[in-house]
C-alpha cells in the first residue's frame, strides 16, 4: 500500500504540472518549466492528494463532506506553500488578489470548490483507478519505478533549493546532473504544448538576486527569517514548547509526564515546527492587526495539529493524543479549545515573542552561531532518526514482532518498553 501512495504522489505531482503549464501557455505563450523544481512535477498536488486519500478514507461514501475537508484541506496547503516559497524567494509565486472571495493574495473560493471538487473525484474514484493500473506491473518494477523517482525528486529537491539560497560549493555535480533534467523537462513541455497549439508560459518571476546579495552582506548572524534564525526558533520552540506542556500538564492532570518527541532531551516536534511554520507564515503580517493573526492561527493551528496527529499515526503506529473526551472535538484528533489556544499562541508568538527571540538570537556572534547551528543540527537529526528507529521497534514489540536485525536487537537492549513508557506516556497502539 505505501508504495501504491508513492506511484500516486507522483502520478498527481506529474499532472498537476501538466495541467499548470498547460493553462499558462494558453494566456502567456511562453514556456519555461512551471514550478519550483525543475522536473516536470508540482509536489503540492501529489502532497494534496495523497493526503486527502489517507486522511479522507472514510468518507467516500460522504460525498458532501468529503466535498467540504477536501477544499479545506487543500486551502489550508495552497496557503501555506504560498507563504513558505514567498519566504524563500521573496516575491508571490501566485497571485489571486483580482479574484472575488480572496485571502491574502493565495486563496480564494472559486479555487477552493475547484480542489474540493478534484478531492472528492481523486479519492472517490481517480485513485483506484490508478492503483488497479499500477498493480498490474510486476512487483519489481513497482518498486524500482518508486525508487528511481523517489532518487530524481530528492536530487531535484537537493539542487532546487541550493539554488534559491545560492549554495554553490560542493553542489556542482548536482547542478550539472540538474541542468540534463531541465533540459528534459523543456523538451517534454514543448512536446506536451505542440498538442494545443500554444507555447507555454513563463510562470514565474526570477529569484530576487539583489535582495539576496543584500542579506548576505549583513554582518549579522541570522538577520532577518533565513535558516540560520529558523533552525534557532525551531530548537528554541521545541525546547519551551516540551517545558510548557509538562507543566501543564502537571496542573491540570495532577502528575509529571513526558511530552518529548525525541527519546534525548525535552524537545516537542509539533511545538518547534508550529513555531517556524508560524514565522514563516504570518512574518510578513506581523504589522497586521491582533485578530487577523488570531483567526489566521486558529484556523492553520487546527489543520497543522489533525495533519501532525494522522501523519504521525501513519509512520509510527502509534496515537500521540486523543482529545475524545473534549467538547467540540474531531476525530479526537483536534477541538475547539485548543484551535482557539493555537490562535492566541500565534498572537502572542509574532506581536510579543518573536522580535525580542529573534534580536537575542542576532546577537550571537557570526562564526561561532554558525558552527554551534551545524552541531546543534546534526544532534537533532540523530536524535530524530533514533526515536524513529525506536518507535519502530516499541510498535512492532506490541505486535510479538521479533529483532531479527542489528538495529532492531540495539534498540530492543537501550529503549525497551518500559524507558519507552516513561517517554511516550500517552502514545498506543492504533
Known sequence: MSYDFAMLFFLYSFFGWVTETVVKSLSKKHFINRGFFTGPFCYIYGFSGVLMSIVFRDLADQPVFLFLGCAVLATAIEWYTGKFLERINYHKWWDYSKKKWNFDGYICLQYSILWGILGLLAVKYVNHFFIHIFQ?????????????????????????????FHIKKGMYAIYRWNSHLDRWTYRLGKWIVSHVERRMVKAYPSIDH???????????????????KLFWLFFLGAFLGDIIETVFCRFSMGWWM???????????????MAIVLATVLLYKDRERPDRHIFLIGTFLGGVYEYVCSVLTEIVFGKVFWDYSKIPFNLGGRINLLFCLFWGIAAVIWIKLLFPRISWLIEKIPKTPGKIITWIALIF??????VSMMALIRYDARANNEPADSAWEQLMDEYFDDTRMEVIYPSAKPR
Open 210 to 228: 539583489k535582495e539576496k546579495a543584500a542579506a548576505k552582506k549583513s554582518t549579522k548572524f541570522a538577520e532577518g527569517c533565513g535558516f540560520y
Open 380 to 385: 537533532m537529526v540523530v536524535n530524530a532518526a
Open 258 to 272: 513526558s511530552r518529548s518527541s525525541f527519546v534525548w532531551g525535552p524537545f516537542s516536534v509539533v511545538w518547534g
Open 136 to 164: 498490474w506491473l510486476p512487483e519489481i518494477l513497482r518498486v524500482i519505478a518508486v525508487w528511481v523517482l523517489a532518487g530524481i525528486a530528492l536530487l531535484d529537491g537537493i539542487a532546487s533549493f541550493a539554488a534559491a
